[in-house]
Each structure stands twice: as structure tokens, then as C-alpha cells.
């Protein structure tokens, strides 16, 4: 059974950061793309940040230069480290596992993050 765990969400305020890091049990984490997303109220789900099983990264645009994203293979842990934090980041954030190759896609419980003074 996959499953992904997300932690590390809260209130923070305007320019302030977190740390969020998801837990993966049930797949060989190491070859697996894995990515954050996120969904405001009201909104659709974005994709935030994305790492490849090698280590390549790319970010939406808004999030460049304030989050990073990282794996620690060992641990089956992928993080999302977020600074400069403003209130339109506030959404519920999600873990997500994708294979196109072979059409499987996990998603977490999601955290949900609120940039608020």
C-alpha cells in the first residue's frame, strides 16, 4: 500500500518560513519523480516544485528563488523548504509520486499552509 505523509505545515507570518517534508512507504522512492503541488480555496491544483529521481529541479515561477525543493533518498523523503513566505502562498500543499511510464500517481493528505500576519 503507497502511502505519503506531508508534515510540517502552520501559520507563519508574511516573510517568514517553513519547512514541509513527505514521507513515502510502498514504492522504490528512489526512481520516482516527486513533486509538490498546491490548491487555494477556490482555485486549481498547481504544481509548485518538482525533483526527478536524479536530482533535476524545476519551480513555478511565483516560488523561484524563495522555495527548494529536495529528496534524501535514504530516508524516502522528499522536503520543501519555504522562505520569503507571502500570503498568496497560503493553499493546502500536496505531495504527489508520478511515473508516466507507467501511469501510476500517488497523492498525500496535503498540509495546509496559511501566510498571514
Known amino acids: 500500500q503507497v502511502q505519503l505523509v506531508e508534515s510540517g505545515g502552520g501559520l507563519v507570518q508574511p516573510g517568514g518560513s517553513l519547512r514541509l517534508s513527505c514521507a513515502a512507504s510502498?514504492?522504490?522512492?528512489?526512481?520516482?519523480?516527486m513533486a509538490w503541488y498546491r490548491q487555494a480555496p477556490g482555485k486549481q491544483r498547481d504544481l509548485v516544485a518538482q525533483?526527478?529521481?536524479?536530482?533535476?529541479?524545476n519551480y513555478a515561477d511565483s516560488v523561484k528563488g524563495r522555495f527548494t525543493i529536495s529528496r534524501d533518498n535514504a530516508k524516502n523523503t522528499v522536503y520543501l523548504q519555504m522562505s520569503g513566505l507571502k500570503p498568496e502562498d497560503t493553499a493546502v500543499y500536496y505531495c504527489?509520486?508520478?511515473?508516466?511510464?507507467?501511469?501510476?500517481?500517488?497523492w498525500g493528505q496535503g498540509t495546509q499552509v496559511t501566510v498571514s500576519s
Open positions: 525533483i526527478i529521481s536524479g536530482g533535476t529541479t
Open positions: 510502498g514504492i522504490r522512492f528512489s526512481i520516482y519523480p
Open positions: 504527489n509520486a508520478a511515473r508516466v511510464i507507467t501511469g501510476e500517481n500517488y
